[in-house]
């Protein structure tokens, strides 16, 4: 204890500490916690081994000065009664801090909890948006297949109104041509009537004209017959 006075060194800088008690709570969700509790742990545990061997050294040093034994004796009953002291700092101070680690874990637990909890929110808000893009996408995919169908049914109407058209028009033509080759037909047939009845017109006439020139001819023969038998009368 009198070493520790001389030096300036509470009894409670010698007490062990977990590499636990250093961790911080503040930010649970940081992967480096763990290594900066390790690093604070391994400092604090270098200064304390050299803070134990410092007040040995100084201790022995208090021995080897020679003083006396009732000093001595009263000093290391000081230093019991230190000692005692300082461990139930220690022990009150190893309380405190469980106390602290517990409000400290609550508070990270606490905290990792809504954490969690913003986070499940912010899953969730992102489904149900994702879920009414889908939505909106599938209305937009309906709407476009129904737009679709109806162009579909549209060209497929114009196209059989096309064909039918393109049908009663062939059909029209068709007719007409039958029509046209039925009156050339009749036509042909009427003019070829026509034309054997002028033949035979013309042969009527001729035949008459030959008889008629017969005719003629005979009594031309009759009037020369009287007027040979008349000169023949008078000679």
């Not at 058209?165 to 047939?189: C, G, L, P, V």
């Not at 009037?223 to 008349?230: D, E, G, K, P, V």
Request: glycine content about 2%; some cysteine; proline content about 1%.
């Amino acid at each position: 204890l009198e070493a520790c006075r001389r030096l300036g060194i509470e009894l409670t800088e010698l007490l062990y500490r977990s590499p636990g008690s250093f961790e911080d709570p503040l930010d649970p969700a940081s992967k480096l916690v763990g290594q900066y509790a390790s690093k604070k742990f391994q400092h604090y545990e270098s200064k304390r081994r050299a803070k134990i061997k410092a007040a040995r050294e100084e201790r022995r040093k208090i021995i080897d000065g020679g003083e006396e034994q009732g000093q001595t004796s009263h000093s290391l009953a000081n230093t019991l009664s230190a000692l005692q002291q300082a461990k139930t700092k220690a022990i009150t101070a190893l309380e405190i801090e469980k106390k602290e680690v517990a409000k400290m874990q609550e508070r990270q637990w606490r905290k990792i909890n809504q954490l969690l909890a913003h986070e499940i929110r912010r899953h969730q808000t992102e489904l149900v948006k994702r879920d009414e893009l889908v939505v909106e996408q599938l209305k937009e995919e309906e709407e476009k297949r129904h737009q679709a169908q109806i162009i579909r049914e549209r060209e497929i109407q114009m196209k059989i109104q096309c064909d039918e058209k393109i049908t009663k028009q062939e059909e029209e033509k068709r007719q007409k041509d039958k029509d046209y080759e039925e009156y050339y037909m009749t036509a042909m047939a009427r003019m070829e009537d026509q034309r054997r009845e002028e033949e035979r017109q013309r042969r009527e006439i001729k035949v008459k004209q030959l008889e008629a020139k017969a005719r003629q001819e005979e009594r031309r023969k009759q009037l020369q017959a009287i007027q040979q038998r008349q000169l023949d009368l008078i000679r």
